[in-house]
């Protein structure tokens, strides 16, 4: 006995006489007589002042169904009836009661905050039946159970989130038969689920169960049980509960779907952040490969005249040993160019042998003028071993862990950020350190800060992407989330020990490859380079970088000619075809690419090697290169050594060993 048990469709499909969808169909029929009949363009004042008249009666919703056959005249009657009869008892209820639980179905329907409303039921529930305790139960429509969502009464908390099977006690059945049910006494009616009373502790005597439905829809159910006077629940107490449950039904679908939207529109908001974020990188990649390209020319220009000048000096001399270390200041360099570029995502990862010390000693001289004059460094680096990875990687590792203990230490007067490298070996089972790796050495980097500790709840979701506990507008939340992803990607495993008040503690192990020592280094020697005497056209558009690379080679006995204009170098190329034994090139030119120029070369059936050595370009690599018929690929800069060799093995190649497909690989 609900407020939709007086209506006539659903009181046919409550009796089963007709189907929900031949209702749905039959309601659809009776609104498109209403707006055929009502035009949109129909006057306003015609339809207030009744001047415009229909052509015909608008028809019932009994007379649809005859028409479709869903239903005879005698089918019809008993629902008729029971319309009848409830509408007698809904006039007949107490005015001011009726009135009572309208209003309260007006205060709920004010507000579309889910928890609120669920609040608001169960507050009014009471008042407007006088029950002792009453409950809320939303329905699961994936299990078909019941959900206490809203219990009162006498230690309702026990009750949160208890679920009753399909079909179980006096609310399961309400559910699944859609239709109010009035116990005045629990002990004589079997369908009375006690297991609820034995976890309050309280005895349920007698208890009223109503469905909330909403558009046809069944929500849940709402149960009360006791009245206060300890009298029983009543027909005319079950019509207004009834009447009530459909407004808290229709408020609970209202702030269901306010809820829905809501989150439907923080996730568009956060793929529009992603979309955005991925915008930024993206003009980063863009950048950065730009900036590489020409950094790696001027750099290459800078190790070829250093590499020409120590060709000069005496090596026992100081000028050969300042020349030495301007070498290594431009490996370094180049390296940071490779850091960049990965970081971009436009190189590919790299896993080597790396010493670990070597890098967060880098990270720690960059991040020193960002920290405050009162945090104090301690750091013991000593540990030389070795891991096998990427150093880009490492690198960020390294400096958020450091510059995330440095924030949470920033309201402190005299912070200390500890790191520390150690070496320690896991053995079969290890008591002190619960981790899943196999037994053997491992690196322990170790990052502690004297900050503010993590309380539990915050360090289970540290490692989860944009979870972070920074102000809005302070931190994206990826930081941690992209330490793990790279430790894991690296075989290794992070720890985190903190404790409110006291600071955190951040252990990372990665697998050792070679245990101390120092990493292999490649020796600047001036080792005896192979030499030549064949003819060599080298193209690029940097005017400093044609001259060394000239001398440079020239040193080594090459006739060279250079060639600032891609097209100008086909044309030398075709007037002289038989001339030039190899032709270098660099990728990105103005008026035609490095790759462009191979393939006007190769189109008049010149069988001329050629190299690609080019500082940055996001069309070409190794691979590419090699499909396209390129003997071999150099990125910038490239040592004196290196090009020496490369240029010896394609010249020293037999001409078949050049294989280039012009069809299918322009």
């Known amino acids: 006995m609900n407020i939709h048990s007086h209506l006539l469709g659903d ?15 039959a ?3 009776q609104h498109e007589f209403f707006e055929d009949a009502f035009q949109l363009d129909m006057d306003r004042t015609e339809l207030v002042s009744g001047t415009r008249k229909m052509d015909a009666h608008p028809p019932k919703l009994g007379q649809i169904l005859i028409q479709k056959g869903y239903v005879n005249e005698e089918q019809l009657m008993p629902a008729l009836k029971i319309q009848n009869r409830q509408i007698e ?20 329907n004010s507000t579309i905050d889910l928890e609120e409303v669920l609040n608001l039921i169960m507050k009014y529930a009471n008042i407007v039946t006088d029950a002792v305790a009453s409950t809320l139960m939303l329905l699961d429509e994936k299990t078909g159970e019941l959900v206490f969502s809203i219990p009162t009464g006498p230690n309702a908390e026990h009750l949160k989130d208890v679920r009753i099977p399909p079909g179980a006690g006096v609310a399961g059945w309400v559910a699944e038969n859609q239709t109010s049910l009035l116990v005045p006494d629990t002990r004589e009616d079997e369908r009375f689920y006690p297991q609820i009373d034995d976890m309050t502790g309280m005895e349920t005597r007698s208890l009223l169960c109503v469905p909330m439905k909403s558009k046809r829809k069944l929500i849940g159910v709402l149960e009360v049980m006791n009245k206060k006077d300890n009298t029983f629940f009543t027909e005319d107490d079950a019509l207004i509960l009834g009447v009530f449950s459909h407004h808290a039904a229709i408020a609970i679908e209202n702030a269901m779907l306010f809820n829905s939207m809501k989150n439907r529109l923080e996730r568009e908001k956060m793929i529009e952040q992603k979309m955005a974020e991925s915008a930024r990188l993206q003009a980063i990649g863009t950048l950065a490969g730009g900036i590489a390209h020409d950094f790696n020319n001027i750099l290459s220009a800078i190790m070829g005249y250093t590499e020409l000048a120590r060709m000069d000096s005496e090596e026992l001399s100081s000028q050969h040993a300042n020349l030495t270390k301007i070498q290594a200041a431009s490996d370094r360099a180049r390296d940071l160019i490779h850091q960049i570029l990965a970081f971009s995502r436009q190189a590919e990862v790299e896993s080597r042998p790396i010493q670990v010390n070597i890098i967060v000693k880098e990270v720690l001289k960059l991040l020193q003028a960002s920290f405050p004059k009162t945090l104090r460094i301690v750091e013991d680096l000593a540990c030389s071993s070795m891991i096998l990875g990427d150093a880009t990687r490492i690198h960020q590792v390294a400096m958020n862990l450091c510059t995330n203990a440095a924030q949470a230490m920033k309201e402190k007067q ?14 079969a089972s290890s008591e002190k350190i619960d981790t899943a790796f196999p037994p053997g050495p491992y690196l322990k980097l170790r990052v502690a800060d004297t900050g503010n500790g993590m309380p539990s709840h915050v360090v289970e979701r540290i490692f989860e992407p944009f979870f972070t ?10 930081g941690l989330s992209v330490v793990h992803g790279i430790v ?6 992070i720890q985190v020990q903190t404790t409110p008040g006291e600071g955190s503690v951040f252990d990372v192990f990665f697998p050792v490859v070679q245990q101390g020592g120092q990493p292999v280094v490649k020796k600047k020697s001036l080792e005896k380079l192979p030499r030549g005497e064949e003819h060599i056209l080298v193209v690029d558009d940097d005017i400093m970088l044609l001259d060394v690379t000239k001398r440079s080679l020239a040193s080594l006995g090459y ?21 030039y034994d190899l032709v270098i090139t660099d990728m990105s030119m103005p008026g035609m690419n490095g790759d462009e120029m191979a393939l006007a070369i190769r189109a008049f059936g010149s069988g001329i090697p050629l190299l690609m ?25 490239v040592q004196l050594g290196d090009l020496a060799r490369v240029v010896r093995r394609i010249l020293d190649a037999a001409p078949t060993s050049v294989a280039f497909d012009m069809q299918n690989q322009f």
């Open 613 to 637: 050595c080019t500082g940055f370009s996001a069309n070409m690599s190794e691979d590419i290169a090699q499909k396209k018929g390129f003997a071999a690929f150099l990125m910038k800069p």
């Open 89 to 108: 008892n809904l006039s007949r209820l107490n005015s001011e009661k009726l009135a009572k639980a309208l209003q309260v179905g007006f205060v709920i």
């Open 11 to 25: 009181l046919l499909v409550g009796m089963g006489t007709i189907s929900q969808d031949q209702l749905e169909e």
């Open 488 to 493: 894991k990607n690296h075989g290794g495993d």
């Open 469 to 478: 506990t920074k102000p809005k507008g302070q931190g994206t939340g990826m």
């Open 27 to 29: 309601l659809q029929t």
């Open 559 to 579: 006739h060279v000619t250079i060639e600032t204009n891609s097209l100008d170098a086909v044309k030398k190329v075709r007037a002289h075809p038989d001339e």
């Open 414 to 427: 005299n912070g200390i950020l500890t790191v520390s490298l150690e070496q320690v070996t896991f053995p």
